[in-house]
Every structure is written in C-alpha cells, then in structure tokens.
C-alpha cells in the first residue's frame, strides 16, 4: 500500500490497511517519512516512500503548481523504493500522486488499484479538474480544464514516468494522470456527497468513506474545556500550511468572540494557534491531533478547509459545516457543502477575515435548519465503508493480471462496477 501526499492521503489508506491486517493479510505500508512513528504506532510494517511531505508543503506554502513541479524529481525514487518491496507482493494498493504503482503491477503480472477520495478527480464535463477552483463553468469549459489537466501532468510527470517504464521494459504511456487512474478504481467517499460522473473515461467502485477506528480518548484537559461551558465550535485546517499562521488564528479568535462562541483551535501542520492570544483566553483552547470522531460530536460546528477526511467526518458527526477551501478538490466539497445545507457558504482561504467567518459562525449557531440537515445527513451515511473496502481489494486481489498486458488491463477497468 502506497500513499504520496499529505494526512488526508495517508489516513484513510492506513483505516483500510487495519482493516486488512485484522482479516490476515500481511500489509507493507509505503508513506513519506514523516508519517513513519504515526503508522508505526498502529503496530504496521512503515517504508518511508519519497520526500518529507510536511516540510515540503511547509516549504512551498500555498504554490500549488510549483509543488507538482518539484514533485517530478520524486517518481525516480518512488520507482527506486517500490522495486525494492513489491518482489513478492500479490497486489499493490496506490493513492494520490503515486505514479510508480501500477508501473511494477504490469511487470510483476499482479493486480492493481488505485485509490482516490473525491469524485472530482474522475473526469467529466459536470466538474472542472481540481485545480480549476470555479465549480459551475459550462460543460465545455469544464471540458477545457480537463484538457489543460492532462497536457500539464505530461508536461510535469510523463517523461520521468516514460524513462522509468523503459527500465522495466514497459511500453511508454501516452498521458500520465490517465495512466495513475487506468487501474480498478476504488472511490473511497460518502455517496450524499455526490457519486462518480457517469460520462467519466473511468469506472469506480464507490464503498463511503474510511474512518480510523475511534479508540483514543481525548486528552483530560481538552474534556475539561467541554465540560466548563456551552459546546465550542472547532476551527482547524489540517495538513494546510500558512506563512501567517499567527495572523489566521488572531482572526479566528477575533470571530469566535464576536459570535459569542467558543473555540478549540487545531495547531494543524501550520502551528495555527501556538502563540499569540490564545493561550490568554479563557474560551479557547489550542489542539494537537486530535481523534474526529471523539470530537466533533461534542461542538456546535466544524470549520475546516475541506479535505475529503475531515468534511465526511464533519457530516459523520451530524453538525454545520463551514469550509474555508486553500486549494484542489476543496472548493469541490465546499460546494458540497453548501449544495446540500449543510452549511453556510464558503470563505476561501485567501477571502477569510474575522468579519466572514464571524457571519459564517452566527449562522451555524442561530439557524437551526443547517443543523437539522447535518443530523439527516449523518443518519443516511454508509457506516460500513471500510468493510465495503477490504471486499473491493479482496475482489480485486483474487483475478491476476499477465506481466505487462495492457489490455487486460483495460478489461479489468470495465469490471471494477461489478466487484461487491
């Protein structure tokens, strides 16, 4: 199992990867190093898989394109690492930009799966490719904006990818975000929020979202802030960096105040909330990681930025949502969001002021109906996404693939809909 990218990438894979385990398969979990006392807390088998993904969205902050750039030098040495591990594997599992996967499945003649969290990562004329932030474009630009998608990951990735292939004695690939996708895809998200497009080029097996068990309690000072006044709203951007963190949580504390709230803040990968006023307030209290399920049933609205984990854990916990989307596939669910009630309008990140989010934050408070429907919605979610996935990789793993057989491939493509 496979997974490049930040904690939202990670997380789900390692849910199914103990999934997996307690059904008794032997699991190789590949992930950037930085994750590597996290997973090996769980008691899995860790190989650290590329670069430090923190620092490096630490470093390029808010550049999405040059951080896909940079990413290009990255598929030598996850061809490099995953050689050196899948020699004798049955299956290899891949998520967000890990091109190297079903490179070394086509070699070894195993099966392949890639695995992807949102929808508008299958392409259609009814949504722009992530990067496009504009969510209601006319089909034919939405159509523009896949094309410019699949032209910009060959110009970044197709070479690299080509060379390594040609190591492998693999023919090259014609578009590399095409090749990643190619494989059975598994779509790991709530169906309420929306289903895989049919006019998209790929097949996918929706199973609802991956959720780590919710063992760990929350710690003694946390529930002692929940238990000394009314519920608190919580306000957290994930794996997001800041270059203004300071200046982001002066604003968050400035709208709680003016909304008459509470606030748990998430320190997040950007040390939101570390210093400065917060830790003088009485009505704040600042967060490490900390287990979602524990917690947002406890607060009267979740603001986060969007990332498939924390929107579905949002809505699993029947409260208001408020998306503050940075960039991708999070204006996607902050559209989502708000399409289904379940919310108040978004506020991009580089929109966000005190004034906003306090707005943001009035409504989920006062108006009941966001709250009515988030509880609705919680109650319709799949509660067994994580089973519905050990039986798509287990289907999955149970047809072989001939060593480099292209077409097969594309058989196997069609199939996926009648895996479960």
């Not at 490179?103 to 990067?131: E, F, M, N, R, W």
């Not at 029947?318 to 309008?345: E, I, K, N, T």
């Not at 990789?393 to 480099?404: H, K, M, N, T, Y």
């Amino acid at each position: 199992m496979a997974a490049v990218g930040s904690r939202g990438d990670v997380q789900p894979m390692l849910a199914l990867a103990l999934a997996l385990r307690a059904r008794g398969h032997v699991i190789r979990f590949c992930a950037p190093p930085n994750f590597a006392a996290w997973v090996a807390g769980y008691g899995l088998p860790f190989h650290g898989l590329g670069r430090d993904f923190q620092a490096f969205l630490t470093e390029i902050g808010p550049a999405v394109h040059r951080g896909v750039v940079e990413l290009r030098s990255d598929i030598r040495r996850q061809f490099d690492e995953l050689g050196r591990l899948t020699a004798d594997a049955d299956l290899i599992l891949g998520a967000s930009v890990h091109c190297a996967g079903l490179s070394y499945a086509q070699k070894l003649g195993i099966p392949h799966a890639y695995v992807c969290y949102t929808p508008s990562l299958l392409p259609s004329s009814h949504h722009p490719s992530p990067s496009c932030p504009y969510l209601h474009l006319p089909r034919a630009l939405n159509r523009f904006t896949w094309w410019l998608n699949d032209r910009i990951w060959n110009l970044v990735f197709r070479g690299p990818l080509n060379r390594e292939r040609r190591r492998l004695a693999l023919a090259p690939v014609p578009s590399a975000f095409r090749h990643v996708l190619s494989a059975p895809l598994i779509l790991a998200s709530e169906p309420g929020f929306g289903g895989p497009p049919e006019d998209s080029p790929f097949p996918a097996l929706q199973t609802g979202a991956w959720f780590l068990p919710g063992s760990e309690a929350l710690e003694p000072a946390l529930e002692r802030f929940l238990d000394a006044g009314a519920p608190p709203v919580y306000v957290g951007f994930g794996s997001m960096p800041d270059k203004k963190a300071a200046r982001t949580a002066a604003r968050v504390i400035e709208a709680a105040r003016a909304a008459g709230v509470r606030v748990v803040i998430s320190r997040g990968w950007a040390e939101l909330g570390s210093a400065g006023s917060a830790a003088a307030d009485s009505n704040v209290y600042v967060v490490g990681a900390v287990p979602h399920a524990r917690l947002f049933p406890r607060v009267r609205a979740v603001v986060h930025h969007g990332g498939a984990g924390t929107t579905a854990a949002a809505a699993r916990a029947g409260v208001p949502q408020v998306v503050v989307p940075h960039l991708l596939d999070q204006f996607f669910w902050a559209d989502r969001v708000q399409g289904l009630g379940l919310g108040p309008a978004p506020v991009a990140k580089h929109k966000l002021t005190a004034r906003k989010l306090a707005a943001a934050l009035r409504a989920c408070v006062d108006e009941p109906a966001f709250r009515k429907r988030a509880e609705i919605f919680a109650r319709q979610m799949i509660d067994d996404g994580l089973d519905r996935g050990v039986r798509a990789v287990e289907a999955i793993g149970a047809s072989r693939l001939p060593a480099a057989d292209e077409r097969r491939e594309r058989e196997d493509r069609g199939a996926i809909a009648a895996v479960g």
